[in-house]
C-alpha cells in the first residue's frame, strides 16, 4: 500500500475533512461541495493546488483500510499542522459533517477522537460545534 508518508499543513486540513466526510463510509455530495467550498474560499487555502485534493483524499482512505489507520492519519495531521490550527482543522471537520444536516454516530464518534487527538478544550469545541450547526441549520419544509 501506497500511503504517503506526510502532508503540508493544507493537505491536513483536507484529510480531516475529507476523513470526516468518510467516516460513515458515505461521501456525500453536499459534504463533497462543502469541502471543494471551503477550499476555493477560505484564506488558509490561498495558493493551494487543488489537484492535491485527489492525492491526499486517497491517502485517506487507505489509511481507513489499514489497523490502527486513524490513529496513523491523526498522527500525520498533528504532525502537519502549525501551532494554532488545530481548531481551525476541528471547525472544518464540524462544518463537514454538518453539511449535509445529518450528523451520523459514525461522524460524531470520529469528531469526538479528533477534537481529542487535537487537543481542542471542551468549551471551544463547543463553541465551534454550535457554530457548525448554525451555519448548517436548514428551514423547515413548507
Same mark, same amino acid.
Request: glycine share 8%; net charge negative.
Given at each position: ?5 506526510? &502532508? ?12 470526516? #466526510? ?11 461541495? +462543502? ?12 495558493? =493551494? ?9 486517497? #491517502? ?23 501551532? /494554532? &490550527?488545530?481548531?481551525?482543522? =476541528? ?11 445529518? +450528523? ?5 464518534? &470520529? ?19 454550535? /457554530?457548525?450547526?448554525?451555519? &448548517? ?6
Amino acid at each position: 500500500m501506497d500511503v504517503e508518508h506526510s &502532508f503540508s499543513p493544507q493537505d491536513a486540513l483536507v484529510a480531516v475533512m475529507v476523513a470526516t #466526510s468518510a467516516a460513515d463510509e458515505n461521501l456525500s455530495t453536499t459534504e463533497l461541495l +462543502v469541502i471543494t467550498r471551503i477550499i476555493d474560499t477560505l484564506p488558509v487555502f490561498a495558493g =493551494y493546488d487543488g489537484d492535491r485534493v485527489k492525492t491526499v483524499s486517497q #491517502s485517506v482512505f487507505d489509511l481507513f483500510e489499514v489497523e490502527d489507520g486513524i490513529e496513523a492519519l491523526l498522527g500525520l495531521v498533528r504532525e502537519a499542522l502549525p501551532e /494554532g &490550527f488545530n481548531e481551525t482543522a =476541528y471547525a472544518l471537520a464540524c462544518d463537514v459533517a454538518a453539511a449535509d444536516g445529518n +450528523v451520523k454516530m459514525s461522524e460524531l464518534e &470520529f469528531l469526538q477522537i479528533l477534537r481529542h487527538d487535537l487537543g481542542v478544550g471542551r468549551l471551544a469545541g463547543a463553541a465551534i460545534e454550535r /457554530g457548525a450547526r448554525a451555519r &448548517f441549520q436548514r428551514l423547515p419544509a413548507e
